[in-house]
Every structure is written in C-alpha cells, then in structure tokens.
C-alpha cells in the first residue's frame, strides 16, 4: 500500500490531521510525523513516490479520494517547496519527516549515531567539539554550551544533574514543542550525551503544563527509549510539569520549581553548573540547545560553525507567529535578516495590511518598525539595537495595531508575572501599566513619559531576573519607533 | 467535560503517598490532587504537609503561587483563551472581550450555570494559528466568537 505521511503535531491536530489521516487509513499505509513547520499548508498530507515524497494541503476530507488517485493538484516534492528548499535543517532535520514514536525510525536517519561517538571519543574530547561548534544557549540568553558542560564536569559531586528547560513560555515560539513532538528522541540523545560529558545519570525535562499534548508525546518516547535500553541503564530521564508560571522558565525559578518549592529565582552566583538542583551540579539547557547536539556530533563542528555569522553560529529554528501569511518554523543559519524572514519568507501579513510592528524574542523582546528589518538574525545586532533574539519567535502585527497597548501589556504580563522577589518587578510593573493609562488618556503625557522611562531604567538596573530587568524592551522600543501611539489627539488638546 | 472526585480524605491520602516517593514531590503531588478533584482542596493541604516535611503556610504559599493551581473546583468546561502576544496580533483581544460578554464571566469566572470556567493563559505554543485556546485540553485555533460558542455547544 501507497505510504501517506500526516503530521500528528498538534498545529495539524488543531486544523483536522487527525480527520484526515483516518480517512486515509482504509487505502494506504498512514504515518504519522511530526510538522515540516508549513502550518499555512496543514493539514499538509504527503505521498511516497520513487522520486520522493509529493506534498498536498492544507487537505480537506473532499481532497482525499483525488489525491489516492493522484489526480490532485500538488505543491510538488516537499523538499522543493521554496519556504523548505531555503532552509538549512540542522535540528529539525528529521521533524516531519519520521515517526516520533519508531526508534528504528530514529536510527534509519542517523539517529544514536551520536551518542555512540560520544562514547567513543570520551567526555572531554565530546565537550571539547560542543566547545568548537560555537553552540550557544537557545533558551535565550545565548551562552556557549560547551563551557556550561566543562564547568559543570569539572565541579565536585557524587551527583550531577542534567535539565532540560522545556518551559518555553515567550508568545510567539513554538519550536521546542515542536521538536518534542516531532523528533523527541533527538532531545533524549542530547541529554544522554550531557550526561556522559559532565558524569550525570538522572535528568530532568521541565515542560511546561500548556502542552499537553507535548507532554504526552515526550512521555510516550520516553518509555519507547526505556524499553529499549536507550534509557534506564547509565542514564535516564523523567519528565515534571510546570504550573502556569512564566517565571519558571528561569533557569534558577525552575531549579526551586523542580525541587518543589515556589518558582523564585535565586541570586547567582552560585551558578548552576556549581549548585543547582538540589545543590548538585547541574546543566540546565534548553530543548534546542541538547537535541542540536547529536546533530553536531555527527555532521561535524566545523560544519555546524561554519554557518551563521560574527559569533551566532550555526542555525537557529526561526519561528514566524501571529499576523503572518505563512507561518511556521523556519531553520536556517543565522545572518538572514529581519525583513527577508518577515517579508519574502514569512509572506507578510495574514490580514493582507502592511506589517507595522514585529515583536521578536518573546514578552521581554523589543517592538522593531519595517525601518530596523535589515538588521540580521544575530545575537549581537539586535543587542545593538536594544533588542533581543532570544528563543527565535517572530510575531507579526499589522496597521491596526496600538503600541501603548502593546506597552501596557508588557508591563501587565510583568505585574502577573513576577517571583516578587524585587520591588521594582513586583511593584513597578503596576505602576508602569498605570502610568501608560495615564498617557494613553492624554493626562499629563510629557511628564508621564518621562516617569515611564525612569521607571524603566530602575526596572533595568534594579532587577535580579531578565524578566524585570528586559521589560523595557518592549516598552521602550513602542515608545522609541512609535511615539504617534502615545500622543493621543484629545490628551494633547487637553494638555 | 472532566468529571472530578467529591472530597475524600482517604483517597486524597492515596494520591498524596503516590507521589511522595518522588525528588521534590510537591508539584506532582499538586498536580495528582487538581486532577482527581479539580482543584488542591483546602483540606489535603494539611497532609501534603505532613509528607513533605513542611508547614502548612509553606504549602499554601506553593499552592498560590502557581497560577494553574485552582482552590475551588471548575465548571463542566474549563476554556483556557491565550492572551498572549501572537494571538493579540490576530484578534485575541477581541475573542476575549465577546466571550466575557458573551458568557457573562470575568477571567477566572465560572457562568452562573456551572457550565464553563474561563481562564486565561499566555502562550499554548500555538501562535501560527491564533486566537488559540484550550478546551478541555483539547487545542483551538483561528477563533473568533463564534467558533468559541460553537466549540463549547458541541463539546462533551
Ligand atoms: C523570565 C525568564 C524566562 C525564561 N524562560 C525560558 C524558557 O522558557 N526556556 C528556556 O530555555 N530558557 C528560558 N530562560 C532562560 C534560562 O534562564 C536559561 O538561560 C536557559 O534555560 C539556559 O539554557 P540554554 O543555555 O540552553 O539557553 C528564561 C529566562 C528568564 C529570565
Ligand atoms: S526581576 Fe521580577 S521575576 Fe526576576 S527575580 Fe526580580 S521579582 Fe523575580
Ligand atoms: S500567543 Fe497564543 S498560542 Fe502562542
């Protein structure tokens, strides 16, 4: 029977896959992938051939008996498809493309090659490579992997720790979820390999409780890996679930989180890798950052360094989200500029309008205007223009959208969010959020605006976390590219 | 529609001794107890307590903390709406604002029938295809108010 791949990625879920794929199942053999990342085209349906895999979607109910004729009109070989053909897939090389529960699977694309190697070539040398390919923290705050590793397996202790932030709470990114979903086994090799490198035998995934359809996922491969031997013996790995805190995705907050306590963050140092869970040495990395290592391992760190540009090395899993015509996950090596992604890539805006405003790096990221998109996906361009990268979400608005309210909601998002360990998080955040009401009412607005850079500034510097310490990304950078949003026309008059 | 266990301390004890063997117990623990019945009742707390060695302020200062951790059961439906930046981008705000009207509730609110709880949530990871939500657990996308009505007229 004629082989039919259907993504079981919740993205695909939520558009009907799962119709879909069982009005397949009476005329063909129907697997089930994870999501190539073309979330405009899902549910995206695609039909083994001799020359490869024929791509069809979005697919409705109708569409399924033209297509088992292969009468339909197709989208061609899935690899051709432009939004596909201009990636480079490092990590998501396999997402879409096997079935996240077949180990066999796994192993047919190369998979537990790497761990193999690791052993090999003994934890030294494996960090030493992680060191050279230039990997740096996806999380967000961009730290070189491989001297997180040396660090934690030159520190003392019986037990050490490996834990994966799946915590992934910045709006507008999805790309940990989606390689949960799609190739979790790549995530288990990853934390096996930092196992092996730092000398830790548990590790721990901390994902968080809005996934649950992730968490089912990981916790079925999981047990697939544990019967096989692949888990259990030297080292294995148990899945916890957040609570609804943005918070916790600090890697500190999530430490206390794991260890049962509130999510509060802790001043470093000590670092991790010194005294972390459970005053063990720990690695705490991101869902990216470990399922990119087997890759490294075996495609070579100098490949993986040679892509990207100035010190952002390697490729980082875009994600395009909100008003955008074709969202989804685009990988490639960092360099692509903002526009490129926005525009050619992403197809602008859903709604048709003219993009106005992009918010990149999640909550704490800054608001960039059409005038910033030549500035290059790289950790230290958009530092320079106070803005941030972070985990790689892109999200899109069009002209209809308000900026001070866009400023209101991050200082909103801060108040419900905050540990509350720091008054200016704590309090300053509803003082934020009152004085940009002040504004948008047109009440005092020169004199409130000055307030609310000062508040900004102590957030900056006053802050123990990047969660009130970046706030005024977004805040400053609405008031910066877009002050017309804070001149309201009657608070003039009025003034 | 989740269907959730009356209060018994037994059985809450059960739940409590389940997870207790585990490091750093409290959130599975918590976490076991709002499934079984659909909240942390006020009254487990005690015993979480005794298991984990702390006081009882200490527990309820977890408890509150967590934002999912709920101290009255739900309604027969829990619809968790994303207010988060990607789904603003495609209307959210608006989705938010017809379904309070609509349902008669506040964030949080459960409607006077019992039928629905709503509550917010920032980010479900589906911001390709917002205004998202969860019903139930189950995912939602590309809504507006009416797909919302619809969704909860038909769900089960
Ligand atoms: C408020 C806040 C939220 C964060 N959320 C996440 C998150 O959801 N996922 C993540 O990997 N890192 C998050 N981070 C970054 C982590 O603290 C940490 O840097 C990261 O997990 C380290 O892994 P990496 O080096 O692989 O990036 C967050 C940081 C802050 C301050
Ligand atoms: S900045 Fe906010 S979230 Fe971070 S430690 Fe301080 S109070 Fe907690
Ligand atoms: S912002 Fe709504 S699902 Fe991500």
């Known amino acids: ?495 | 529609m989740a269907v959730y266990e009356p209060w018994n301390e037994a059985r809450a004890a059960e739940i409590i001794a389940s997870q207790a063997g585990l490091e750093g117990a409290a959130l599975p623990i918590l976490h076991a107890l709002q499934h079984a019945f659909g909240c942390v009742p006020t009254e487990a707390v005690p015993t979480v307590a005794k298991v984990l060695n702390l006081t009882r302020a200490e527990v309820h200062g977890i408890v509150t903390f967590y934002h999912e951790f709920r101290r009255t059961p739900p309604g027969r439906h829990v619809l968790r709406l994303c207010r988060a930046e990607a789904c603003q981008a495609v209307g959210a705000d608006k989705v938010a604002a017809d379904v309070r009207a609509n349902l008669g509730v506040d964030w949080h609110g459960t409607t006077s029938d019992g039928a629905v709880t709503l509550e917010p949530v920032f980010c479900l990871g589906l911001c390709a295809v917002g205004p998202a939500a969860l019903l139930d657990g189950a995912p939602l996308g590309r809504l507006d108010a009416a797909t919302v009505a619809a969704a909860l007229e038909t769900a089960p």
């Open chain 1, 1 to 495: 029977m004629t082989r039919v791949f259907v993504s079981r990625d919740i993205f695909s879920v939520v558009l009907g896959a799962n119709a879909v794929a069982a009005a397949f199942a009476p005329h063909a053999t129907v697997v089930r992938t994870g999501s190539r990342g073309m979330v405009w085209l899902e549910p995206l349906v695609e039909v083994e051939t001799p020359t490869g895999r024929i791509a069809y979607g979005p697919v409705t109910l109708a569409d399924v008996p033209a297509i088992l004729a292969g009468t339909a009109p197709s989208l061609g070989l899935t690899d051709e498809i432009p939004f596909m053909k201009r990636q480079t897939r490092v990590t998501f090389a396999r997402c879409g493309v096997v079935d996240p529960f077949s180990l066999a699977d796994y192993e047919a694309h190369g998979g537990l090659a790497a761990l193999r190697k690791a052993r090999e070539l003994g934890a030294a040398a494996t960090i030493d490579l992680v060191l050279k390919s230039g990997l740096r923290g996806r999380g967000g705050a961009g730290f070189p992997t491989g001297i997180k590793w040396k660090t934690t397996a030159d520190a003392d202790g019986d037990r050490k720790y490996i834990v994966c932030n799946a915590d992934e709470g910045d709006s507008g990114t999805f790309a940990d979820r989606m390689l949960m979903e799609g190739d979790p086994f790549s995530l288990i090799e990853g934390m096996a390999i930092a196992g092996f490198c730092v000398g830790a035998t548990k590790g721990y995934v901390y994902t968080r409780s809005e996934y649950p359809h992730a968490i089912a996922t990981f916790d079925t491969a999981l047990a697939v890996a544990r019967r096989a031997g692949v888990l259990g013996n030297d080292f294995d790995i148990e899945q916890r679930v957040g609570a609804g805190a943005y918070v916790c995705g600090e890697e500190t907050a999530l430490l206390e989180s794991l260890e049962g306590k509130r999510g509060q963050v802790r001043a470093k140092p000590p670092l991790p890798a010194h005294k972390g869970l459970f005053g063990c040495p720990t690695v705490v990395n991101n869902v990216i950052t470990l399922a990119t290592v087997p890759a490294i391992l075996t495609g070579g760190a100098e490949a993986y360094q040679a892509l990207g540009i100035g010190r952002s090395r390697g490729t980082m899993p875009v994600q395009l989200a909100g008003n955008v015509k074709h969202g989804g996950l685009f990988e490639a090596g960092f360099g692509v500029s903002l526009g490129e992604l926005v525009i050619d890539i992403g197809g602008g805006t859903l709604s048709g309008r003219p993009v106005r405003a992009v918010q990149v790096g999640g909550p704490l990221g800054a608001y960039f205007p059409p005038s910033l998109f030549d500035t290059p996906f790289d950790y230290e361009a958009f530092a320079a223009r106070d803005g941030l990268v972070g985990h790689g979400g892109i999200v899109v608005f069009d002209d209809t959208v308000d900026l001070a309210r866009q400023a209101r909601f991050a200082m909103e998002f801060c108040a419900v969010e905050s540990c509350g360990k720091c008054t200016p998080c704590r309090i300053g955040s509803t003082r934020g959020m009152e004085t940009i009401d002040k504004i948008a009412a047109g009440e005092k607005v020169a004199a409130n605006t000055e307030l609310l850079r000062d508040l900004c500034h102590t957030l900056k510097f006053g802050s123990l976390c990047a969660l009130g310490g970046f706030i005024p990304y977004p805040v400053l950078s609405a008031l910066d590219h877009f002050p017309e949003d804070f001149l309201n026309p009657q608070g003039i008059a009025a003034e």
